[in-house]
């Protein structure tokens, strides 16, 4: 069964400078799709980033980047220059199967990212 | 552009009362449609998803039941609601890529 790991459960960092947030899956597939959201205060919950597993290259999508090292199973989401208005839960979450149109998407359990002035 | 409305924004139910949530979702011709469910401070769970008018599949089974009477709609319903249906439902709904795009979702406090 598919299985997304995310261990940091809290990190604070400065404003303007660079965080990374670690997530690591584990799948049988060799085809699959890993996100990245961000759940704000008020429970809005927004789609960042996508990576498909068959792409070598990190995806990237404004101040959000992907780390992604597929021996590892990990897929680390870097955000540059933080604004305190990125102060919100970070979800990583995995479809697998690609080929299903009713393939599940498993979340982790979430990072809690505090900017700070 | 497509926009995802749920209701009610918030509910307060006794043990053992039934529930209706609702989620329409406006700008997009058959998505595909899904119910989360998220405790406080916990993760995201996926309930049901539906492809299709008349369609619901559960992936989990928590004394709950999911309807799509409409193309647009998608309805998570019990009969007896559980001190554990607390939490926060959203619903969320599916383009052509693979992504899926949440609705602004139903507190649900169960006393």
């Known amino acids: 069964a598919q299985k997304v790991t995310q261990t940091q459960t809290s990190i604070s960092v400065m404003e ?8 690591v899956y584990e799948t049988r597939d060799s085809s699959y799709f890993l996100f990245w959201y961000k759940q704000t205060a008020s429970g809005e919950i927004v789609f960042l980033i996508r990576q498909d597993s068959y792409k070598k290259e ?3 999508e404004g101040h959000y980047s992907l780390n992604f090292q597929k021996p590892k199973s990990s897929i680390g989401l870097i955000i540059t220059a933080t604004q305190i208005e990125d102060s919100a839960v970070y979800f990583c979450a995995m479809r697998e199967d690609a080929s299903s149109s009713f393939s599940k998407l498993v979340f982790g359990q979430g990072t ?6 | 552009a497509q926009t995802i409305h749920q209701w009610p924004v918030a509910e307060i139910k006794a043990v053992g009362s039934p529930l209706s949530l609702g989620c329409t979702i ?7 449609l899904y119910w989360y469910w998220q405790a406080t401070g ?8 539906s492809i299709t008018v008349g369609q619901v599949e559960s992936v989990v089974q928590l004394n709950l039941s999911a ?7 998608f309805i998570l319903s019990t009969e007896k609601l559980l001190l554990s249906h607390s939490g926060f439902y959203l619903c969320a709904w599916r383009d052509w890529g693979y992504e899926q795009y949440f609705g602004p979702g139903t507190r ?3 006393l």
């Open chain 1, 16 to 23: 303007k400078t660079t965080v990374t947030m670690d997530c």
């Open chain 1, 58 to 60: 990190n995806a990237t």
């Open chain 1, 112 to 117: 809690s990212l505090s900017v700070v002035p």
């Open chain 2, 26 to 32: 406006k700008g997009k011709s058959s998505p595909n």
């Open chain 2, 42 to 49: 916990g993760t995201l769970q996926q309930l049901f998803y």
């Open chain 2, 67 to 73: 309807s799509r009477p409409k193309d647009d709609q």
């Open chain 2, 108 to 110: 649900l406090t169960v």
